[in-house]
């Protein structure tokens, strides 16, 4: 009786799950792809100029989807090298005095706020690379800099758990081998643990793109399509957060299709997931 009850309640759980995500498909779609079409694709898409409030209102949102992509690209870039060494240093390198505070501090930055994150950023990294790269300050760069900060502890946690979750004998059978310490590890530990390492990419790579405050107290929030990195740009979430307190009619509906942008991005990114993750079993099998 109790398995079956367990068995109900994980059903309910599981369908619960799939409910929310379907609830929240609907609600999006319903709601921004008709502004869309009344707008139209091609001008909403391909459109460089967001002006919502003029006689002739304007909604295009290229300038915002180049935004998101440089963020947070630079943000991959920065963050992903850091967070696999460091996963790879705290599983096989880190001495066992010195584990446990790191392992803290990396647990410590998961649990910041953003928006402290952000003052960080407003008052650190914005003057640091306006006196001494250029530019206002508020970036690009700046952006990227801070998200690649803030997904590290999502990329080490996820990816050390899958260096540990690789089984002793492939590491000692290469070392038996005549590997290395370090052959060994990138080689055969690494390799196996390939899918729980992009796992963490992933998670990262949503944490950074889906990111808003702390994005906003940085990245200039200027609607217009960059030239460098050191210009200011504004995302696709900052730009729903900064105009939906004051939308109406139109313009709201476009800033719900704007959501709709987003959420296809990150489906995307787990749809390619998926691929690679079902490419490498094959490869494997």
Known sequence: ??????????????????????????????????????????????????????????????????????????????????????????????????????????????GIPSVVYGFFGLVVLVPFIRENIGGRGQSILAASLLLGLMILPTIIGVSESALRAVPKPFYEGSVALGATHEEAIFRTVLPAAKSGVMAGVILGIGRAIGETMAVIMIVGNQPRLPSSILDGVRTLTSNIVMEMSYASGLHREMLIATGVVLFVFILIINILFSILKRRDKYAGS
């Open 1 to 110: 009786m109790k398995e079956k009850v367990m068995h109900v309640v994980f059903a309910l759980a599981a369908v619960t799950s799939i409910v929310a995500v379907a609830l929240i498909c609907v609600f999006l779609f319903a709601s921004g792809v008709p502004a869309m079409m009344e707008v139209g694709l091609g001008n909403f898409l391909g459109g460089t100029v967001w002006k919502p409030t003029a006689d002739i209102p304007q909604f295009g949102i290229l300038p915002m989807i180049v935004g998101s992509i440089y963020v947070t690209a630079g943000a991959i870039v920065i963050g992903v090298p850091i967070g696999i060494l460091t996963a790879i240093f705290l599983a096989f390198y880190c001495p066992k005095k010195l584990y446990k505070p790191l392992k803290s501090a990396t647990d410590l930055l998961a």
